[in-house]
């Protein structure tokens, strides 16, 4: 699988690339946002390692950018350590963040969960249908009233989660260990905004909602019949 890496210091470029290959992938290196839009046309990658501080075009404006055509999955890098910050970048598309300085193993390895999430082969091929929605789990597509709807991996996933468990309420938590896969510090709040996201695109797209129903103190379930 091929991974993009958009980082203009050249100094942490080398080392994931280094980490990377020694774990068998293949490496394309941008050095800031414009060539990094030119990589992803050119190369399709697998998964992109995004920084947010680049020259040209930063790191959020790419990530909106992609995010307005490509599904791609994306791992942001950032120096900004506050959690409105790491929000920010989830709201802006990113399906996860890694704060500088950060360890490389814990890179490649958040890297393989997520293309292990995305692309794994033990996904489930059967479709759900819940009224003017269907989820094609094996094309990882949403439809409703028949429009695809832009999910970014994470949403798909979110989404995905909570219709197998139709009408029953999932914490935060295990939202984050099943879609995300990585139970740390500040990401529950995340789901919130992946949740938020995921509302906005079914409503855009003339659906309810309300399939993605608030659980006082406890989480999300999805709601089948939402108008019932």
Request: with cysteine; aromatic share 6%; net charge neutral.
């Amino acid at each position: 699988m091929n991974i993009l890496i958009v980082e203009d210091d050249d100094t942490t470029a080398r080392t994931i690339d280094t980490f990377l290959r020694h774990d068998g992938f293949a490496v394309t290196i941008a050095r800031d946002g414009g060539e990094a839009l030119q990589a992803v046309a050119r190369d399709r990658p697998h998964l992109i390692i995004l920084d947010v501080m680049l020259p040209v075009l930063d790191g959020m404006d790419v990530c909106r950018a992609l995010r307005e055509r490509d599904d791609v999955p994306i791992i942001m890098l950032t120096a900004r350590t506050t959690e409105d910050d790491k929000l920010q970048g989830l709201g802006a598309g990113a399906d996860d963040y890694v704060s500088k300085p950060f360890s490389p193993r814990e890179l490649v390895a958040r890297v393989k969960t997520v293309l292990r999430r995305v692309y794994g082969s033990e996904r489930n091929a059967g479709a759900l249908t819940f009224g003017e929605m269907t989820i094609d789990r094996a094309a990882r597509i949403v439809r409703v009233c028949g429009n695809a709807l832009a999910l970014t991996p994470t949403e798909f996933r979110i989404v995905e989660i909570l219709a197998v468990s139709a009408e029953k309420a999932l914490s935060r938590s295990e939202l984050v260990e099943k879609a995300i896969g990585f139970d740390y510090e500040g990401m529950e709040r995340t789901i919130d905004v992946h949740v938020r996201n995921i509302r906005k695109k079914i409503e855009a797209a003339g659906g309810s909602p309300r399939h993605i129903r608030t659980v006082f103190a406890v989480g999300y379930a999805f709601v089948k019949a939402p108008g019932a």
